[in-house]
């Protein structure tokens, strides 16, 4: 059996922002559960519609990091909302599920991310989601109802059944009382429903809009594939992903390319790595094992300070300006210009 506790109040991960405490958790549909977070001390949650937290949990012993949506609108400030969906096999969902309980605790980083309509305003918008990818989408969506921004809104949402539609009677109530606000619920077991016809049913001046999709690889690629062959400008699309995986190390054999030197300071080690490969694959390809979770520069946790050299670092949203300017990087997606030394 698979057991887990939140990593110890007493010892927050080293990338960690600060204690949340779990206030309410409330089923949404049969497999998703929403998760109310307050900050421990006193104050107010700061971000834009669309970014994520990162969760820390002691998992068998091991620390695992899982970033999710911070489903609230920032416009109600004093507490945020996960919701989360039951994946099987999933050991970070099923814990959540089955063991967060109101006065728990748990570490979080964030928030953090890019995949948001501060970053890209728009007098319309086009929401594609399918599963769970829906939450950024109802982040976005209850900023601008909280607001009254007067732009136009079309909400498809993809869901295996009727009963698996993720905010469904709040996003119909949206719909009702608000003057450009459309929503489709598709019901798309196979993840076929969503075509060029629908598109252009439910959106007919879709290539005038601002697009936001999130939802799994496959319904994303979709997407892509859709908007492509209808000549959209791909500038106008955004996609957020939290498909994690193993970090992978780079492939055995010779350094090819421009090979350059990284020095770890903290483990003594100095590693071969090309200008082609991420310093934490050419870690890995070394046998030197170094803190990550997502290996698509999301989450944070394999942030670092480059001590010397310089890298180009192309993250996803899991570092911020600030932390750039003082020399902090992410080695899963950050590869070498020259010889490096970094505190890892």
């Given at each position: 059996?698979?057991?887990?506790?939140?990593?110890?109040?007493?010892?927050?991960?080293?990338?960690?922002?600060?204690?949340?405490v779990?206030?309410?958790?409330?089923?949404?549909?049969p497999?998703?559960?929403?998760?109310?977070?307050?900050?421990?001390?006193?104050?107010?949650?700061?971000?834009?519609?669309?970014?994520?937290?990162t969760?820390?949990?002691?998992?068998?012993?091991t620390?695992?990091?899982r970033?999710?949506?911070?489903?609230?609108?920032p416009?109600?400030?004093?507490?945020?909302?996960?919701?989360?969906?039951?994946?099987?096999?999933?050991?970070?969902?099923?814990?959540?599920?089955?063991?967060?309980?109101?006065?728990?605790?748990?570490?979080?980083?964030?928030?953090?991310?890019?995949?948001?309509?501060?970053?890209?305003?728009?007098?319309?918008?086009?929401?594609?989601?399918?599963?769970?990818?829906?939450?950024?989408?109802?982040?976005m969506?209850?900023?601008l109802?909280?607001?009254d921004?007067?732009?136009?809104?079309?909400?498809?949402?993809?869901a295996?059944?009727?009963?698996?539609?993720?905010?469904?009677?709040?996003?119909?109530?949206?719909?009702?009382?608000?003057?450009?606000?459309?929503?489709?619920?598709?019901?798309d077991d196979?993840?076929?429903?969503?075509?060029?016809?629908?598109?252009?049913e439910?959106?007919?001046?879709?290539?005038?809009?601002?697009?936001?999709?999130?939802?799994?690889?496959?319904?994303?690629?979709?997407?892509?594939?859709?908007?492509?062959?209808?000549?959209?400008?791909?500038?106008?699309?955004?996609e957020?992903?939290?498909?994690?995986?193993?970090?992978?190390?780079?492939e055995?054999?010779?350094?090819?390319g421009?090979?350059?030197?990284?020095?770890?300071?903290?483990?003594?080690?100095?590693?071969?790595?090309?200008?082609?490969?991420?310093?934490?694959?050419?870690a890995a390809?070394?046998?030197v094992?170094?803190?990550?979770?997502?290996?698509?520069?999301?989450?944070?946790?394999?942030?670092?300070?480059?001590?010397?050299?310089?890298?180009?670092?192309?993250?996803?949203?899991?570092?911020?300006?600030?932390?750039?300017?003082?020399?902090?990087i992410?080695?899963?997606?950050?590869?070498?210009?020259?010889d490096?030394?970094?505190?890892a």
């Amino acid at each position: 059996m698979t057991t887990a506790t939140l990593t110890a109040a007493g010892s927050p991960p080293a990338w960690a922002d600060g204690l949340l405490v779990c206030r309410r958790v409330h089923d949404v549909t049969p497999d998703v559960r929403t998760f109310v977070l307050a900050p421990t001390e006193p104050r107010l949650f700061r971000h834009d519609p669309g970014q994520y937290l990162t969760l820390c949990l002691d998992i068998d012993g091991t620390p695992v990091e899982r970033c999710y949506t911070i489903s609230s609108a920032p416009t109600r400030p004093d507490l945020a909302t996960i919701t989360v969906k039951r994946v099987p096999g999933g050991p970070v969902s099923n814990w959540l599920h089955d063991h967060l309980t109101p006065g728990d605790t748990v570490w979080a980083r964030g928030p953090l991310g890019g995949f948001t309509i501060n970053q890209h305003p728009a007098a319309k918008y086009l929401f594609l989601s399918a599963g769970s990818g829906v939450t950024p989408l109802m982040s976005m969506t209850r900023t601008l109802y909280d607001l009254d921004h007067p732009v136009d809104v079309v909400f498809v949402h993809s869901a295996r059944t009727y009963d698996d539609i993720i905010f469904r009677r709040e996003l119909d109530l949206i719909a009702a009382t608000a003057p450009d606000f459309r929503v489709w619920h598709l019901l798309d077991d196979h993840g076929e429903a969503l075509d060029a016809r629908l598109l252009r049913e439910t959106a007919p001046d879709f290539a005038e809009r601002e697009v936001f999709t999130c939802g799994p690889a496959g319904y994303m690629a979709a997407v892509r594939d859709i908007l492509t062959a209808e000549g959209f400008d791909m500038a106008h699309h955004h996609e957020e992903s939290f498909a994690f995986e193993t970090p992978r190390p780079a492939e055995p054999g010779p350094v090819t390319g421009t090979g350059f030197k990284v020095h770890l300071a903290r483990t003594g080690r100095t590693i071969e790595c090309d200008a082609d490969t991420p310093v934490l694959a050419a870690a890995a390809r070394e046998g030197v094992t170094l803190p990550a979770s997502c290996a698509q520069g999301m989450c944070g946790t394999c942030k670092t300070t480059l001590l010397s050299g310089s890298v180009d670092m192309r993250h996803a949203g899991g570092i911020r300006p600030r932390e750039i300017a003082a020399d902090k990087i992410l080695l899963c997606c950050s590869t070498p210009l020259e010889d490096l030394v970094v505190d890892a």
